[in-house]
């Protein structure tokens, strides 16, 4: 069955460092792949979509990368701040439907 | 102001009652979903809805009923026959093309407690 898997223990980074979470896949051909914030007891908030064909995508101080070969991408924040504090998600998309990941929850302390 | 509206925020009801969730956009999205988060869990799909009038069961839709009337509204039913309830239900809304959905807009989201 498909299936995503994300840092299970939540990331704890000095606060100016960068950030980088690994949302891995299995028994999946996605045609995208999304990242989304949430905040506790909020919904989430999309970030950045990547397509399969794509290798990078850049967004402020955010970067995703996606490799379909590893069924791997990798979602990075530079110069992190304690703001950035909350539950990252990844998602696949494809084939009319969308799977999500159980998210990471990222710490930045100062 | 576009968006996606849930109400209401939190919502207490006692077991053997069926109680529904409201969902409404307005972005003009064909496309909407409705999910289950549990604590440190991810979302899990319980129906969706690609156009008005259709819907389809995702992977947990047991206990659950929908309907799309209207482009704008989703409601979700939550049975009596829905083994456990409580949780935190979010509801959302893309575009989609043939190969997939584009990026979700989620409402802020209905917490049920059933005691």
């Known amino acids: 069955s498909q299936k995503i898997e994300q840092n299970s223990e939540a990331l704890n980074i000095q606060e100016g460092k960068t950030a980088t979470l690994t949302c891995n896949y299995t028994?999946?051909?996605?045609?995208?792949l999304q990242w989304y914030r949430q905040d506790p007891g909020r919904g989430p908030v999309f970030l950045l979509l990547?397509?399969?064909?794509?290798k990078e995508k850049r967004k402020e101080r955010l970067k995703v990368t996606f490799d379909t070969t590893l069924k791997q991408s990798l979602f990075h924040i530079t110069a992190s701040q304690p703001a950035d504090s909350a539950t990252y998600l990844c998602?696949?998309?494809?084939?009319?439907?969308?799977?999500f990941g159980s998210g990471t929850r990222l710490s930045i302390r100062p | 102001d576009g968006g996606i509206t849930q109400s209401p925020k939190y919502l207490f009801r006692k077991e053997g009652q069926n109680v529904t969730l409201s969902c409404e956009q307005n972005?003009?999205?064909?496309?909407m979903y409705w999910y289950r988060q549990d604590p440190g869990q991810g979302l899990r799909l319980i129906y969706y809805?690609?156009?008005?009038?259709?819907?389809q069961k995702g992977d947990i839709a047991e206990g659950y009923s929908v309907s799309r009337e209207k482009k704008e509204s989703f409601p979700l039913t939550v049975t009596s026959a829905q083994k456990n309830p409580t949780a935190f239900y979010l509801c959302?809304?893309?575009?989609?093309?043939?190969?997939?959905?584009?990026?979700?807009?989620f409402g802020p989201g209905t917490r049920l407690t059933v005691t």
């Open positions: 972005l003009n999205h064909d496309a």
């Open positions: 809805s690609q156009i008005v009038n259709d819907f």
């Open positions: 028994n999946y051909s996605p045609a995208y």
């Open positions: 959302a809304s893309s575009t989609e093309d043939r190969e997939g959905p584009y990026e979700q807009y």
């Open positions: 990547i397509r399969e064909n794509e």
């Open positions: 998602a696949l998309a494809g084939a009319s439907k969308i799977i």
